[in-house]
């Protein structure tokens, strides 16, 4: 028996041998490979897009992606998680299915590295092509949507970058679609018909597509051609195209002159009328935007507004923008305190555009001021500082985009107080056109420091700190009582007393 019952024994003691910590820390001595988190290097990148009756009915883009890998290791292709001027996390990775990664038609191995990023194992092959299917179903500027006859989608949506090699690379795409639909981009086109490249990913990825049927047009305003792209065709026709490029024509040579150039060669106002919209939104880009609205925004002065805010945008945030958004970084939140320059003084110079090119009349300015203080007063003390970074999660207390309307009655502040302190001799004007000169032109965002030096020089030398402190970085009511009376102005708060007749019960 006890011969037995040793033969039985000895597996067993040998494997608590095997796991014997003296064992397993021989196991743990072993080194692990190390992960790459830098692609490998690429060149020739070239984007292939094709949307046609065919893919529409899926609401599909089909994307080829080809490149040449110039140098070792395995290939790091990742997605944006954000488009600029839509600041919220989106993960474009989401809306890709079909990924497939090809060298001489034979099929290469590849794994993901995380949740936006594909890793290629590209062996000797030194010619790639990656295809992949993406979604457009988002009816959102900052995303792609798709129709029978029609599709919008913005580059960070759908064109992967080398993971850790920057983004300063060459890059064309191409658009394959269907016979007679129009192509409207901000893009530079390149040689071959429906082709067009860009000097690095940042241009890439700002200047968004329209593909289909659409009305598209162009006239000269300021001596530079402008675009005017609309869908679905035949929604802005007649008076109603007529009275918006006429508004174009109007306000946009007024923001010209506070910078005192155009930055670009072509703009392209890309505009879906649509009832899914229950109202209207745009977001900007260097030599575009996308404005998403109802039909009953046609003829209203509130779409000459946007688009006033956007075209602005081409100078404020798009080129003149915080150091902590320079440069752009695409795979994480890029929080500043400046949004309340970046938005809310853009929505300022937007009213100011409206009124100085003739859109509408002083009045009318007061009145979209007067409106903005209600909306400003109605919501929660919250400071311009925090509103800028909150931004980010969405917050459902109704001061996500408080930046907005605050920042705007800010810059108005900042403007009445640089007049005073100045004798009339300079404006907000002055700071805008010092910064953009000294920053942007010179390949830097702006910081605290140099913004509040350009608002001061300005105003004379009056100092802003306590300004800062209580309605920046605070949270103190606005001073109305001092601020307009040094414009000539005063706010008055009419009380209305309304009798009522009616019943109350309450439980017992």
């Known amino acids: 028996m006890l011969g037995d019952n040793l033969r039985l024994l000895t597996p067993l003691m040998f494997l608590l041998a095997l796991l014997s910590p003296k064992s397993l820390e021989g196991q743990r001595a072993q080194p692990s490979a190390p992960v790459a988190t830098q692609s490998a290097p690429l060149a020739n990148l070239r984007y292939e897009l094709t949307f046609d ?7 599909t883009i089909k994307v080829a992606f080809t490149f040449d890998i110039t140098g070792p290791g395995p290939v790091l292709l990742s997605f944006p998680a954000w488009t600029p001027g839509a600041y919220e996390i989106s993960y474009f990775a989401r809306w890709v299915s079909n990924f497939a990664a090809t060298a001489g038609g034979t099929p290469l191995r590849w794994d993901k590295l995380d949740h936006d990023t594909w890793r290629l194992q590209p062996g000797r092959a030194r010619s790639v092509r990656v295809s992949f299917d993406y979604l457009a179903d988002s009816l959102d500027n900052a995303m792609a949507w798709a129709r029978p006859d029609f599709v919008l989608f913005n580059g960070t949506n759908l064109l992967p970058y080398p993971e850790g ?8 795409v191409a658009v394959r679609t269907q016979p007679g639909w129009l192509v409207a981009t901000g893009m530079q086109p390149a040689a071959a018909p429906r082709s067009y490249r860009a000097a690095n990913y940042h241009d890439l990825v700002d200047m968004p597509f329209f593909i289909g049927r659409m009305d598209y047009d162009s006239m000269q305003v300021g001596g530079r051609w402008m675009r005017l792209a609309t869908y679905p065709a035949g929604a802005l026709t007649g008076p109603g195209r007529a009275l918006l490029w006429d508004q174009a024509a109007n306000i946009t040579p007024p923001m010209s002159a506070v910078f005192q150039e155009t930055p670009w060669k072509t703009y392209t106002n890309l505009l879906i009328f649509t009832p899914q919209q229950g109202g209207g939104s745009a977001l900007e880009h260097q030599n575009s935007h996308v404005g998403i609205y ?4 046609i003829g209203n002065p509130l779409l000459a507004s946007i688009t006033a805010h956007e075209i602005f945008h081409a100078w404020n945030v798009k080129r003149l923008r915080p150091a902590d958004m320079w440069p752009y970084d695409y795979d994480e939140p890029q929080e500043t305190v400046w949004l309340w320059v970046s938005e809310g003084i853009t929505d300022y110079y937007s009213d100011l555009a409206m009124v100085r090119g003739g859109v509408i009349d002083s009045a009318q300015f007061m009145a979209l001021t007067g409106e903005k203080i209600s909306e400003t007063s109605a919501a929660p003390p919250t400071a311009l500082e925090d509103a800028s970074l909150s931004t980010w999660i969405g917050p459902t207390n109704g001061t996500r985009y408080l930046y907005y ?11 009445v107080l640089i007049r005073d302190g100045s004798d009339n ?5 002055h700071v805008m056109r010092e910064l953009y000169r000294t920053t942007y032109k010179q390949g830097n965002g702006f910081t605290g420091a140099e913004w509040w030096r350009a608002v001061t020089r300005a105003a004379g030398g009056r100092s802003f700190a306590d300004f800062n402190t209580r309605y920046i970085d605070g949270r103190e009511p606005y001073p109305w009582g001092e601020i307009l009376p040094l414009a000539g102005m005063r706010m008055t708060t009419d009380t209305v007393r309304e009798p009522r007749l009616g019943l109350a019960a309450a439980q017992d």
């Open 294 to 297: 109802n039909p009953a925004f």
């Open 53 to 59: 009756s065919t893919t529409a009915a899926s609401r």
């Open 425 to 429: 001799r300079r404006s907000l004007d």
């Open 405 to 415: 309307p605050k920042g705007s009655l800010a810059g108005f502040m900042l403007d």
């Open 165 to 172: 090699r920057g983004f300063d690379f060459p890059a064309t």
